[in-house]
Structure formats: C-alpha cells, structure tokens
C-alpha cells in the first residue's frame, strides 16, 4: 500500500455518462474511473481484483476490496508520522538548548565589553577640539 502511486486521483463524474440511469440516478457521484485503477494496477504488476470488467465490457471499481489496503496504509502513515513527530520533538530541544548556549555566550561577551564605547570612526578616536566623540553604540 505504501508504494501505491499518487496518479490516482478522486473525481466527480455524472452517473449518467456510464449508462443509461434514471433521472434520481442522474446526480454526480464521487469515486476513482475504473480504467485508471486498472491501468496502475496492471502497469505496477499487481493483481487485487479492485476492478472487474462486466460481459459490456464495463469497468467496475470494487470499492469494498480497496478498504483493508486503504487502512493498512494509513497505518502505516501514522507510524511515519509517530516517528516525525519523535525527531521533530528531538530536534526542537537541541534547537532551544543550542539558543541557551548562544545566548549565554553573547551575555558573556557583553559583560566582557560591558562599558566600552563604540566610537563612530573607530581608526580615529581622537576628537576636534571642543567636540565630543560621537557614540553609535555599547559593548
């Protein structure tokens, strides 16, 4: 089931345009078009009876054979999901403890610097005469 190819697709079609149906048939229903089904089907090798071919020559889905593989996938699924969601969890407090140690080194940066006055021109801290050097920042 895992491996079953995502080319099918659901689909409206109008009841009508298979056979000849009443008018209170006549109302669009919601399914997969038999061919496609079994065109994957014979392309992937496998051999699941989902769809069968009536003495017309009338494609057929076989809704109720599709309901054990459908749930075993979606079993498995879940478990991919179980597992994402582990690594995901994992990945978030290694995330928040390299944050911790990011922010304790900057702090402790900063209280290394703590006091030093940036100087807008670095190379030159020498100041004009009667002119205070102008401040852009603190370490």
Do not use: W
Request: overall charge negative.
């Amino acid at each position: 089931p895992k491996d079953y190819p995502q080319e099918l697709k659901d689909k409206f079609y109008p009841d009508g345009k298979v056979r000849e149906l009443s008018d209170d048939q006549r109302r669009p229903q919601l399914g997969f078009i038999a061919q496609e089904v079994k065109q994957v089907n014979d392309e992937m090798g496998l051999e699941n009876n989902v769809v069968s071919v009536d003495e017309d020559g009338f494609h057929r889905m076989d809704y109720e054979k599709i309901v054990v593989p459908l749930v075993k996938a979606v079993q498995e699924q879940q478990s991919q999901i179980k597992t994402l969601q582990k690594k995901y969890d994992q990945m978030a407090l290694e995330n928040q403890e390299l944050l911790r140690l990011v922010s304790a080194q900057q702090t402790e940066k900063n209280d290394d610097h703590e006091g030093q006055l940036i100087h807008s021109d670095d190379t030159d801290t020498e100041t004009e005469a009667g002119t205070d050097p102008v401040i852009t920042s603190m370490r």
